[in-house]
């Protein structure tokens, strides 16, 4: 096979935030992401991590009365374990506290400097403490910061700055001849309107009031600016300027950085400015999400309107919140999220469609058959609708993921798995049960029931893994590769399948 690579990330996240289901979602549509395209035969590196430095976290670890890296150690410790409970599965945490991470981001720094990117002058200017971001006047709201509405501070200081008014020609230019860099495409325009078409003014790159972050090396008392720091990341954990890089030469450019929405620019501005000065390849796309809003607020840590997300997993199951957080809202749109939305999904699609059709088909084989598989292929006209459909999936699936709609992604599978249901209905194996004549195509209808449950299952993989592992273990067979989902027919005569195994629990919604 043809050596493919996808290298997606997902935004590294500050750790002083406790995690909420927001940050959950990021990371579950990428995670779904990159298990199909490694399920699809792509040499995958999904990348995650946190963004360690600045002054906020060095505030916090005062507070807390303990070193900035004490501090954020035992949070990334609690952060990893989280991913762990949702099965994320990131070939590379970086933290920007990283040693391979500094030294690259030292060395980026320097060469920016030595080539005139980065020259020193004098920051006055707007800063917003919680977002580590600057502002011009205009772009305040009501005197306040435009992305978290809270206060900003008049800030003086030497300081580094980078040249982003040489690149601001280059990079429309590079807009326009890529139409698929940034999506959705009315974030493209927001991104011209708002902050390029106005003039780009030179990036304060340094800091000199605080020290937690990554001193500039040939000038000490400034330290880098924690977004030059952080997006840096995605290709300091591919190993650039360092002693190897390999990783780097395999896997840059990224395929996609998924990003939120608030995010974007820094990712469509100063990344791609970065990477033209240093005369590497842009990333091939930029996708901004909407944001999960709880009663019309984005959720947060400091609105405090979130719950620690292992409450959701351990009152519902990794599943159902991975499925909800796919399927509910479409990618790229702000979604309100709600427990009472998720137990209504849960129960729609995974305990009625997905977890009925399962444990229906296989009881009825176990009953009828003792569990033995077997195919004398008495096929009627209504079982092609049902197959072709199943097939066409082979198709379906890899498109919708390609354009990241995992949400009708999932649809798609979720249309056919109730397509199955319909035809239990219709084909009554109950009725052809106590007919002795109809045996035949009874076992032929329970075979095109357990091969359409078969090659859903492979898809689901990437979605719910879990649940897909109990699915293949009930049909006890070793047929879940992709390639296997293409011919409709594969699970071998003779398989005796082992016990029902349950899926899903209803969810009661509980009146207060
Ligand atoms: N550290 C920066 C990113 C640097 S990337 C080089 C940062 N961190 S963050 O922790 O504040 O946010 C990380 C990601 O989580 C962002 O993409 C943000 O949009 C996303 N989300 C935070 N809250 C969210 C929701 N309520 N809903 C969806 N996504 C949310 O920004």
Redesign the pocket.
């Known amino acids: 096979m043809e050596n493919k690579k996808f290298y997606i990330t997902t ?4 750790p002083s ?1 406790n995690f ?1 289901i ?2 959950c ?2 990371t579950i549509v990428c995670d779904a992401i990159a298990r199909f395209k490694r399920l699809a035969g792509y040499d995958v590196f999904y990348l995650t991590g946190t ?1 360690e430095h600045g002054q906020k976290i060095q505030k916090k670890a005062e507070e807390a009365g303990v070193t900035p890296k004490e501090y954020v150690d035992e949070i990334v410790a609690n952060a990893k374990d989280l991913w762990k409970s949702l099965g994320i599965s990131y070939d590379k945490f970086i933290r920007t506290t990283d040693e391979e991470h500094v030294e690259c981001v030292q060395k980026i720094f320097k060469q920016l400097y030595d080539q005139g990117d980065i020259y020193k002058g004098e920051y006055k200017g707007l800063y917003c403490t919680p977002c580590e971001s600057f502002w011009t006047e205009s772009q305040l709201v009501d005197g306040k910061c435009p992305d978290c509405g809270r206060e900003v501070n008049e800030v003086s200081e030497e300081a580094y700055f980078l040249k982003l008014s040489n690149y601001a020609d280059r990079l429309i230019k590079y807009y326009d001849e890529h139409p698929d860099f940034i999506e959705p495409l009315s974030r493209k325009n927001e991104m011209i309107n708002n902050f390029i078409k106005p003039g780009l003014e030179d990036l304060c790159v340094s800091r000199t009031s605080f020290d937690w972050g990554i001193p500039v090396t040939f000038d000490d008392k400034h330290v880098v600016y924690v977004w030059l720091d ?2 840096s ?1 995605y290709i300091s954990a591919l190993g650039y300027k360092s002693d190897d890089e390999t990783l780097f030469n395999k896997y840059w450019p990224a395929d996609v950085h998924v ?5 974007v620019r ?1 990712h469509v501005i100063i990344w791609p400015i970065m990477l033209m000065a240093l005369g590497i390849e842009l990333p091939k796309k930029v996708f901004g999400h909407g ?3 709880i009663n019309g607020g ?3 840590k400091s609105l405090g309107n979130y719950k620690d997300p292992r409450e959701y997993i351990e009152s519902y199951g990794v599943d159902p919140i991975r499925y909800y957080a796919l399927r509910e809202v479409p990618f790229g749109s702000d979604g309100v999220f709600s427990e009472e939305a998720l137990i209504n999904r849960t129960n729609a699609d995974l305990v009625n469609n997905l977890g009925n059709l399962v444990n229906r088909t296989i009881s009825m084989t176990k009953k009828y058959f003792e569990g033995m598989v077997n195919n004398p292929r008495v096929n009627e006209e209504i079982d092609n609708d049902l197959i072709a459909s199943t097939e066409r999936l082979f198709e379906a699936v890899p498109a919708k993921v390609d354009e990241l709609k995992v949400g009708e992604a999932l649809q798609e599978i979720f249309d056919v798995l109730k397509k199955a249901n319909k035809y239990i209905d219709d084909t009554t194996p109950w009725i052809l049960a106590k007919d002795e004549t109809k045996q035949d195509r009874l076992r032929t209808v329970l075979y095109n029931l357990l091969e359409t449950i078969r090659i859903c299952s492979v898809y689901l993989q990437a979605f719910i893994p879990e649940t897909a592992e109990k699915i293949f273990r009930q049909l006890n067979t070793d047929d879940k590769e992709f390639e296997s989902a293409k011919i409709f027919g594969l699970l071998k005569d003779g398989t005796v399948l082992n016990e029902p195994e349950h899926l899903f629990d209803r969810i009661e919604i509980k009146e207060d």
């Not at 990003?259 to 995010?263: A, D």
């Open positions: 935004p590294i996240y500050y935030a909420h927001g940050h979602y990021t963004d952080a997006l990341n990003v939120g929405k608030e995010i820094f944001w999960l809003v984005k959720i947060s």
